[in-house]
């Protein structure tokens, strides 16, 4: 069983559409989290959530919103998606916020 | 300035080797990470440190929290040990560094 699962792994879509990435941990972790790597693979966080709190908001524009429905899943919505918004989106999971990292395998956007 | 400093940007070594990667942050910090990224994309969780040293295997990290710096050392590399080794420290919300590459050769 795969800890960390985020789905799609690839998407392509046009600029201006509005689409989601879901992330589900089976670790029973307290903190998940999404980050973003840009096309230099710098990684930047982008949100965490604990206990379905949101701790902390890097700044994001507010078309990105993180959404979770259980302590299990934190999926990501993006509206109105632009072309700066291409790159990769990771979701990670941890016991604590000072816990080691459980990284999902990553999906690749690509806004045409 | 970036807030988390690494150091060498790439690094190419010869299988057998001993490996150091460097990591300066200028933050306060509650805990520092040592992540590999593999050729494929996808992130490993390596270390995460908040005081001392700590080994995995061929794998030893160090940090020093007085002078802000931790270490990433490889011992008897090998080839499968390429990948890009990323740095990370949290102070609330999580810095990283800009990775080193690291190329071992048979």
């Known amino acids: 069983d795969t800890a960390v699962s985020q789905t799609p792994k690839y998407l392509v879509t046009q600029m201006g559409n509005d689409k989601s990435i879901k992330c589900e941990q089976n670790?029973?972790?307290?903190?998940m989290y999404w980050y973003k790597q840009d096309s230099k693979k710098f990684l930047k966080i982008m949100f965490s959530?604990?206990?379905?709190?949101?701790?902390i908001n890097e700044t994001v524009p507010n078309r990105f919103s993180p959404k979770s429905p259980d302590k299990a899943h934190l999926n990501l919505h993006i509206n109105s998606l632009e072309l700066g918004d291409s790159a990769v989106y990771f979701c990670?999971?941890?016991?604590?916020?000072?816990?080691?990292?459980?990284f999902g395998s990553g999906t690749q956007l690509s806004v045409l | 300035k970036n807030e988390v400093e690494q150091s060498p940007q790439n690094l190419t070594a010869q299988e057998g080797e001993f490996i150091t990667i460097n990591c300066s942050y200028s933050?306060?910090?509650?805990?520092l990470h040592w992540l590999q990224q593999h050729p494929g994309g996808g992130i490993v969780s390596l270390f995460m440190?908040?005081?001392g040293k700590k080994k995995h295997g061929r794998l030893i990290a160090t940090i020093n929290i007085q002078e802000k710096h931790s270490s990433l050392h490889i011992t008897a590399s090998h080839p499968r040990d390429s990948a890009v080794y990323i740095c990370?420290?949290?102070?609330?919300?999580?810095?990283f560094g800009a990775g080193t590459r690291l190329t071992v050769k048979p």
């Open positions: 990670a999971s941890s016991q604590g916020r000072d816990e080691k990292l459980f």
């Open positions: 990370a420290a949290n102070n609330n919300d999580m810095r």
């Open positions: 959530y604990n206990n379905k709190e949101l701790i």
């Open positions: 440190l908040s005081s």
């Open positions: 933050v306060g910090i509650s805990a």
């Open positions: 670790l029973g972790h307290d903190t």
